[in-house]
Nanobody, 122 residues
Framework: QVQLVESGGGLVQAGGSLRLSCAAS????????MSWYRQAPGKQRDLVASITSAGNTNYADSVKGRFTISRDSAKSTVYLQMNSLKPEDTAVYYC????????????????WGQGTLVTVSS
């Protein structure tokens, strides 16, 4: 199991910045990627940004040039630096960890954090 704890959410004015953190603990062997998703009220949960164990990054078109995902050297903590925030960025942001584990077979697993609320006022 992997435990994910998000922090850094809050209320910010449009044009402002926030940095979200996600700390992973537990069995992180086989961790292949960590990602940030967000879900606004009445909307589906969408991928915002991801980073692989090799350091490759991917961003949703809506946040390219404004958000940056990064990780620490141990690859157990990821960050989401959010700049030039817009009201449409308002959502609950969730941390996701993807693992590939070998037991009797190859297993692809996912873990989710509890989420942190980001509210951007206009």
């Amino acid at each position: 199991q992997v435990q994910l704890v998000e922090s850094g959410g809050g209320l910010v004015q449009a044009g402002g910045s926030l940095r979200l953190s996600c700390a992973a603990s537990g069995n992180i062997f086989g961790l292949s990627s960590m990602s940030w998703y967000r879900q606004a009220p009445g909307k589906q949960r969408d991928l915002v940004a991801s980073i692989t164990s090799a350091g490759n990054t991917n961003y949703a078109d809506s946040v390219k040039g404004r958000f940056t995902i990064s990780r620490d050297s141990a690859k157990s903590t990821v960050y989401l630096q959010m700049n030039s925030l817009k009201p449409e960025d308002t959502a609950v942001y969730y941390c996701n960890a993807r693992r590939v584990v070998l037991t009797t077979a190859v297993r692809n697993l996912e873990d989710w954090g509890q989420g942190t609320l980001v509210t951007v006022s206009s």
